[in-house]
């Protein structure tokens, strides 16, 4: 049987992800697309080349936080 990782998020609506790499729209639980998946390649990119975390926080909240406040410019 096959270990769950507790840092990855599944809820009931279907949402999957570590919390550093959730887009805005994983977060607000919005419909999903291709850039859902672009938007986490970047945050691992962005976390490649420096060795930080792009949208740093020790809980849940403060990546979502983060994220948000990013995204709305």
Do not use: W
């Not at 998020?9 to 998946?37: H, M, N």
Request: glycine share 8%.
């Amino acid at each position: 049987m096959r270990r769950r990782d507790p840092r990855v998020v599944e809820d009931g609506r279907g949402i999957a992800g570590k919390d550093p790499y959730l887009a805005p729209e994983q977060i607000l639980g919005a419909t999903v697309s291709p850039a859902t998946d672009v938007f986490a390649l970047a945050a691992i990119f962005y976390e490649l080349l420096t060795n930080q975390l792009a949208f740093p926080g020790d809980e849940r909240r403060d990546h979502a936080i983060a994220t948000l406040q990013c995204s709305q410019g």
